[in-house]
Every structure is written in structure tokens, then in C-alpha cells.
């Protein structure tokens, strides 16, 4: 991954705000999940972490939030390349795997009593569509009796350049206005959606 760029930082500064979070996960996190969830204890966790790779994660924001008798965490990852990243499955298992070492490590967690959900989200918008596969179980190419002992995990993906004007128009929240922001062409078309 490249180095942020100042429209990343902005980007990355908008989702260190509580409410523009919650108004991602209403507009635009599966409703299911979103009526489970107590939007009054979001609270900043880490976003620092070093992978397996030990390459040092900076570029994440990551909150923690009540889910019933449990804690979600909500991995969020900004991604700003111009291309998709076929590897994407493979990044977002260690850097959900990094965010549980740090967790056991920070003694926030007791593997022996388990481990708290992740909903890992990437957030995109390159120019081209989202291709690649959100599960990296999809890409594994083994006989059937291997399958069980390979990793299985999925990230939710938000393209943002996928959701056309009248979804975005549907949701009344500040995310959806900077999404439709971002996928504007033409001035007119960024005023109108200022206005």
C-alpha cells in the first residue's frame, strides 16, 4: 500500500467522529447487525498494530462497541489505491488476527473465556469496481477433505462507487453525502449534492 495521500488522512479523520460512524453502520452495515448494536458505547480503540509480517498498521480505524452482554469490534479499513488489491482476504485475516494479538497481548481478552467478534469493513473508492472475492476461503484451491482446516473469513465490503445516486439519496446522513461527493464528475453535479 501506498503512502497516505491528504484525502486518505481526511478520510481517516471523519471516521475518528462517533456519529459518522454510527451514520455508516445505519446507512450502510446490514440492518440486522445495526439494531444489535449500542450506539451510546463506541468507543476509539487502537488502530496500531503490528501484522504478522510485522509491517506496523497505522492506516485503520478501529472502534469497540456493546453488542448485547458482548463487545463488537468494528475493524474499519480505508482503502485508497486506484486498483483493487487482489490480496485483500489475505491483509484483512492478519489484520483482524493482529487486532486479537493485540487485544490477548493488552490483556483486554482471555482466549479462554473467548474471543469478541470483528466486523471487518473495507471501505473503497477506486475508479474501478470492487472484483475480488470478500472471503479468502474462496480463493483456497484444495480437495474437499482440506477444506475444513483452511481459514474462512469474510470482510464486508462498501464500494463506494458501486451505489448509485438514488441509494445514496435514500439515506439522509452525512457518509452517504460524502459518498455521493466522491463518485460526482462533473461540478454541477458536486453542488447539487452539496446543496
Known amino acids: 500500500m501506498t503512502d497516505p495521500q491528504p484525502h486518505d488522512t481526511g478520510y481517516k479523520l471523519l471516521f475518528y467522529h462517533a456519529e459518522l460512524v454510527q451514520q455508516l453502520l445505519e446507512g450502510f452495515a446490514p440492518p440486522e447487525l445495526v439494531i444489535l448494536l449500542d450506539f451510546n458505547t463506541l468507543k476509539l480503540a487502537s488502530g496500531s498494530y503490528v501484522t504478522p509480517a510485522m509491517k506496523q498498521r497505522e492506516d485503520d480505524v478501529v472502534w469497540s462497541v456493546s453488542m448485547g452482554e458482548s463487545t463488537l469490534y468494528l475493524y474499519i479499513l480505508l482503502e485508497f489505491q486506484s486498483s483493487v488489491d487482489a490480496a485483500m482476504p489475505v491483509r484483512m485475516m492478519q489484520y483482524v488476527a493482529a487486532l486479537y494479538e493485540s487485544l490477548i497481548k ?8 473467548g474471543l469478541p467478534p470483528v466486523f471487518p469493513i473495507v471501505l473503497y473508492n477506486g475508479d474501478t469496481r470492487w472484483q475480488v472475492s470478500t472471503n479468502i476461503g474462496e ?6 477433505v482440506l477444506k475444513p482446516y483452511q481459514p474462512n473469513m469474510a470482510y464486508y465490503l462498501l464500494d463506494e462507487g458501486a451505489y448509485c445516486d438514488t441509494e445514496l439519496n435514500s439515506v439522509h446522513n452525512a457518509v452517504a453525502t460524502v ?6 464528475t462533473e461540478y454541477e453535479s458536486a453542488k447539487q449534492r452539496i446543496d
Open 106 to 113: 493488552e490483556k483486554s481478552v482471555n482466549p479462554n473465556e
Open 179 to 184: 459518498f455521493s461527493l466522491e463518485n460526482a
Open 139 to 144: 480463493l483456497i484451491n484444495c480437495p474437499n
